[in-house]
């Protein structure tokens, strides 16, 4: 497959979802099938959490894990959600960032997006705005975002060193990282993650570890952490990437 067919087939995947979910009466999760193989994380969330967004935002995650629970957010703090999706881990953000805060969810599916922005409406949150673009060109000025945080969406994109080079560009110096991704064991080649998986069911395009600490010292971040949190497949993890833009 082309890095085209790639991009088309994502975005049919998470289109296909999001009309899925677009169907469902509220609280009605049988209508929409969770059984995707990109929800590898949705159990993370507390049912606290969950209780305070709309029902579809929850019912149509497809994330592989929960990076608000584990990404430091201030109230004041600008949030950037890479592939933002129906909208959950903005909508939690929000909520954490108070009104003097403000959370950006940026994703390419137009269907999610129409998703994401009538959850916001239903939340009543008045301090978030989704756009549209692709995580490899982020429209935002740089150095305006204090926190990026994604939900096993990096291991889809077929241009990683453009989406790190993205991230550090829109990020305030001393701003952070906190993201949920798909991570591979080193000594697994891009054949046997392939064997594992489809790249739109987030496994074939997953980076190592080493690729991915490597790939996010070269565009300038430090205080690197990679830590696994649960299997996904065999030599697959769900993991937190964290990281921050040196101050200086």
């Not at 600008?78 to 909520?95: K, P, Q, W």
Request: aromatic content about 6%; hydrophobic content about 45%.
């Amino acid at each position: 497959m082309t890095n085209q067919d790639i991009r088309s087939e994502v975005r049919d995947r998470y289109a296909a979802a999001a009309d899925a979910a677009s169907c469902c009466e509220p609280g009605n999760a049988e209508a929409f099938d969770t059984s995707s193989p990109q929800d590898f994380g949705t159990w993370l969330y507390e049912a606290g959490e969950l209780a305070e967004i709309p029902d579809g935002a929850a019912l149509a995650a497809l994330g592989c894990g929960n990076p608000t629970a584990v990404t430091a957010l201030e109230p004041g703090d600008v949030v950037l959600d890479l592939g933002s999706g129906a909208g959950i881990d903005v909508l939690l953000s929000a909520r954490r960032v108070g009104p003097t805060g403000f959370v950006y969810g940026l994703d390419m599916t137009e269907e999610m997006l129409v998703l994401a922005r009538r959850h916001r409406d239903q939340a009543g949150a008045t301090n978030v705005e989704f756009l549209k673009g692709e995580i490899e060109d982020i429209p935002l000025d740089d150095a305006s975002i204090d926190v990026i945080i994604s939900n096993c969406v990096i291991n889809l994109s077929v241009d990683k060193p453009a989406v790190l080079a993205e991230m550090f560009r829109v990020l305030r110096p001393g701003g952070r990282i906190g993201i949920a991704d798909v991570v591979a064991d080193d000594e697994l080649s891009a054949t046997q993650r392939l064997e594992r998986g489809s790249w739109v069911g987030c496994i074939a395009g997953a980076l190592n570890f080493t690729e991915y600490r490597s790939g996010l010292e070269a565009v300038g971040f430090a205080d690197i952490t990679i830590d696994s949190t649960h299997a996904v497949a065999d030599g697959m993890h769900s993991a937190i990437v964290a990281a921050i833009k040196p101050a200086g």
